[in-house]
């Protein structure tokens, strides 16, 4: 139970969601139903999935994220180099199952998305490849990690993906950038400290953090161009431009302090999903 809890500890809970949704909205979106497909894909995006994303990332940055005050909690825990191998195997032998049914029941356009998702989840980390490491191709790969479960949901099954899905995988995808040049800026000099690059360690704190308000504009922006409801989605997604907006003049020095703003991401993902799950509600009842 040990070993169990520190594992799920590693894959950060709070943030299961933000890959699980995604496939089992595109999903239904696509004409699927609460079927086993849905099931499985869901299960294996919310705990499976990001075993592996933050286990292999836990791993490898692990020099810098003892060093980082804000690792240790819900943002990641920091577990002794010993539990290192546990994590691997874990990130293998959870995933694997999963994938199996997921290629073999699937659609060659899901199979070749689903390939793209375990390749960002492993380049983004792991040595040798290390895509976290490539300013702008870190935010890319991050925002691939979110995008790219919703993808697979849309096309795992046979038939026809709305057109206005790829504007919403769009939106999603400048989001999941932005999320991810916001979350480097509060760790720019734990990274610079371990030796680490980032988006916002070759920019700085301060244009990071407004190319990620400017890119949070944009996938609102496209939001808006949605059918009906997806307005009120669209004035929701604002609230993440204006979280952003509070640091728009934010400083190396002081970069911690976007900590404030990434606490307050964390539930607006909540929040934002729920309105979502409203308003789609409200289409399908229709």
């Known amino acids: 139970m040990r070993i169990i809890r520190a594992v799920l ?18 999903y239904l979106l696509a004409g699927g139903g609460l079927d086993w497909l849905f099931w499985v894909g869901v299960v294996f995006f919310l705990i499976p999935y990001n075993i592996a994303l933050y286990g292999i990332n836990d791993v490898f940055d692990y020099e810098s994220d003892i060093r980082n005050p804000r690792k240790g909690g819900v943002e990641g825990a920091v577990l002794p ?38 390749f960002a989840v492993i380049a983004y980390s792991a040595a040798g490849l290390r895509f976290k ?10 925002s691939a990690h979110f995008t790219t479960p919703a993808i697979v949901g849309a096309t795992i099954s046979v038939g026809e993906v709305p057109d206005f899905f790829w504007f919403a995988a769009g939106a999603f ?21 371990g030796g680490l690059s980032s988006i916002a360690t070759a920019f700085g704190a ?17 939001v808006f161009a949605l059918p009906s409801p997806a307005w009120i989605v ?11 907006l509070r640091f728009w003049n934010i400083t190396d020095e002081t970069c911690e302090d976007v900590n404030r703003a990434w606490k307050v991401f964390l539930w607006l993902n909540y929040l934002v999903g729920a309105i979502v799950t409203i308003s789609l509600v409200s289409v399908f009842l229709d």
């Open 9 to 26: 500890s590693a894959s950060r809970p709070i943030s299961w969601v933000n890959t699980a949704f995604p496939y089992g909205l595109a």
């Open 81 to 118: 180099k010993e539990m290192h191998p546990v994590l691997l195997h874990a990130s293998v032998w959870t995933t694997l199952p999963f994938l199996i049914v997921l290629y073999a029941a699937g659609t060659w356009a899901s199979a070749l998305w689903l390939t793209v998702s375990v």
């Open 234 to 244: 669209g004035i929701a997604g604002l609230g993440y431009v204006a979280n952003t």
């Open 133 to 142: 490491e490539r300013p702008v191709l870190d935010s890319v790969t991050s």
């Open 173 to 193: 995808f400048l989001w999941g950038m932005a999320s991810h040049a916001l979350g480097a800026v509060q760790d720019v000099k734990a990274d610079r400290e």
């Open 206 to 222: 301060r244009a990071t953090t407004r190319l990620a308000a400017v890119a949070y504009l944009g996938a609102a922006l496209l």
